[in-house]
């Protein structure tokens, strides 16, 4: 009668037993239960390593939860040993181009790139037993790294990293997935049987994109070597993105993501003033009114600091971009819809005129509006730029009990008074 104890199948004890003793054991078990020879075999050591992990798992967490319950009193009088933790070193490959580090997970991760991209990833089975000998790939911290170096790699491997993540739309499309000339259906049961990717969780939406890229790469090969019986469904990507701009955004307004659109419904008054000002300005008949601009701008919902700052920001991007900040050229260009009544009523309504920007960027953007707002001024005439003394109405200060001094107490009656008086002085001497 075959044996139903799990590390009886896989030749471990069971006392001391680790994950990656089972793991190596399994491989080892592996290369002679082989899936075309005996089916049944091979799917008994497969149950049998699945349940063998989650044994070990059990009592690993039981182990942790007992131990905060005891005594610590030992260890608060055992002496601490201050140990210094190794200063880890960068380095660039060429060669290789990539960036290495002498981090215990990253030595792991020098020799699996090697393997890779040297050695074509030549000998999986060989190559995966020696990897599991280092220390590091018991440590759970430097396995975890490890892993998600598999994740990340493959995915960027077989060409998930081509999209442009800055167009929304785009980077949500599928991918044609191209398998890497390194991944061996050898070494794929191997990463599958170290690293269980097919029932791995992802916890955001780019993990879920690479664990996608991963089950449409392995699912062939695992079918194949009856390693799974049949495909999974796809992680809901979609699903994460939707998730992920709710928590971003935090929006109050009724504003969604759209599963048909890809992207995101922004319902906020300022988003909403700025599509009603991008279909004024298509209108022929509004190109030289402001009363339809005046309307957006004092609606009750944009008055409060927050949408006011906010529409504020956008309509200097969009003025700049319009008037030709953002060409290579930087040619000021004014198209017919920005009217002087519309740029004045914009210049009063945010003061433009007026602000120099805290830093850099809006420093720019400020000058920038400086010249499309001086095309429409009224220049000042020059003597009320340098002469405006001469304009000074004395009549506005009789409120302050302003009135025209006495000639005598005038500095200039003063000193001729003062002038008079010392050369009385003196001819009186002289006589």
């Known amino acids: 009668m075959p044996s139903t104890d799990p590390f009886a199948i896989l030749g471990v004890e069971e006392k001391g037993a680790t994950l990656a003793s089972i793991k190596k054991a399994y491989s080892v078990k592996l290369k002679v239960t082989r899936p075309d020879d005996d089916p049944e075999g091979f799917m008994e050591?497969?149950?049998?390593?699945?349940?063998?992990?989650?044994?070990?798992?059990?009592?690993?967490?039981?182990?942790?939860?007992?131990?905060?319950?005891?005594?610590?009193?030992?260890?608060?009088?055992?002496?601490?040993?201050?140990?210094?933790?190794?200063?880890?070193?960068?380095?660039?490959?060429?060669?290789?181009?990539?960036?290495?580090?002498?981090?215990?997970?990253?030595?792991?991760?020098?020799?699996?790139?090697?393997?890779?991209?040297?050695?074509?990833?030549?000998?999986?089975?060989?190559?995966?037993?020696?990897?599991?000998?280092?220390?590091?790939?018991?440590?759970?911290?430097?396995?975890?790294?490890?892993?998600n170096f598999y994740r990340e790699h493959i995915f960027y491997s077989a060409g998930g990293g081509d999209h442009d993540y800055y167009e929304e739309e785009n980077f949500l499309e599928d991918v044609e997935y191209e398998r890497p000339e390194w991944l061996s259906d050898e070494a794929i049961l191997r990463i599958d049987m170290l690293f269980d990717f097919q029932t791995a969780m992802p916890k955001n939406e780019w993990e879920a994109r690479q664990l996608n890229c991963i089950k449409k790469i392995f699912e062939p090969v695992l079918l194949a070597n009856s390693v799974i019986e049949q495909k999974s469904d796809p992680h809901d990507v979609l699903a994460f993105r939707a998730k992920e701009q709710e928590q971003l955004r935090k929006d109050s307004h009724g504003s969604y993501f759209d599963r048909s659109k890809k992207k995101w419904i922004d319902k906020s008054p300022v988003t909403e003033a700025m599509n009603d000002i991008n279909e004024l300005i298509e209108i022929p008949w509004s190109n030289a009114s402001d009363t339809t601009w005046r309307d957006i701008l004092e609606r009750d919902n944009l008055q409060m600091l927050d949408e006011f700052q906010d529409l504020d920001a956008r309509l200097r991007n969009f003025i700049c971009n319009k008037t030709g900040m953002y060409e290579d050229t930087r040619k000021l260009k004014l198209p017919p819809w920005l009217s002087k009544s519309v740029v004045l009523l914009l210049d009063d309504t945010f003061g433009w005129n007026y602000q120099s920007g805290r830093h850099e960027w809006e420093y720019e953007q400020y000058r920038w509006l400086h010249s499309v707002i001086a095309q429409h001024r009224d220049k000042p005439k020059t003597q009320n730029v340098y002469k405006t003394w001469q304009y000074i109405n004395r009549n506005s200060y009789e409120f302050l009990g302003y009135q025209p001094m006495p000639w005598l107490l005038k500095p200039s009656s003063m000193l001729y008074t003062y002038c008079g008086y010392r050369l009385l002085q003196a001819i009186l001497r002289v006589l």
Do not use: C
Not at 54 to 72: C, F, M, P, R, Y
Not at 98 to 117: A, D, H
């Open 45 to 147: 050591l497969r149950e049998a390593y699945n349940h063998a992990k989650n044994i070990v798992k059990w009592n690993s967490q039981t182990t942790i939860d007992d131990g905060l319950n005891e005594d610590l009193s030992e260890d608060i009088e055992a002496p601490k040993v201050e140990v210094k933790p190794e200063q880890i070193k960068y380095w660039y490959d060429e060669k290789l181009d990539f960036n290495f580090n002498s981090s215990p997970s990253g030595q792991l991760i020098e020799k699996t790139v090697r393997w890779m991209l040297e050695r074509k990833g030549a000998e999986p089975d060989q190559f995966f037993d020696e990897l599991m000998l280092e220390p590091a790939f018991q440590n759970k911290p430097d396995f975890m790294v490890f892993s």
